[in-house]
C-alpha cells in the first residue's frame, strides 16, 4: 500500500513564500511522475506542477517562475517551493504520483495552503 502524505502547508501573506513537502511511506515502490495538484472552493483540481524521475518539469502557466518543484528519488519525496505567492494561489494542494510500471495513480489528502493579508 501506498500513502502519500502532504506537508509544510499554512497560511502566508501574498508575496511569501512556503513549501510543500510530499512523501510516499512504504517500501518497495518507485515512481514515474510525482506532482502537485490544487483544488480552490467551487474550482476544479488543476495541475500545479510535475516532475520525471530525470528532472524533468512542467509547471501550469499561473505558477511558471514562482514555483519550483523537486524529487529525492532515493526517499520517494516530491517539494514545491513556492514564492512571490498570490491570493489566488489559495487552494487545497493534493499530491500526486504514478507508480513506475504500473502505472496506479496515488494522492495525498490534500493540504491547504491560503495567502491572505
Known sequence: QVQLVESG???VQPGGSLRLSCAASGSGFSFNAM???RQAPGKQRELVATISPGGTTNYASSVKGRFTISRVNAKNTVN?????????DTAVYYCNAQRLYYGTDYWGKGILVTVST
Not at 514545491?80 to 489566488?88: G, P, R
Request: aromatic share 14%; net charge neutral; glycine share 20%.
Open 35 to 37: 506532482g502537485w495538484y
Open 80 to 88: 514545491l517551493q513556492m514564492n512571490s505567492l498570490k491570493i489566488e
Open 9 to 11: 502547508g499554512g497560511l
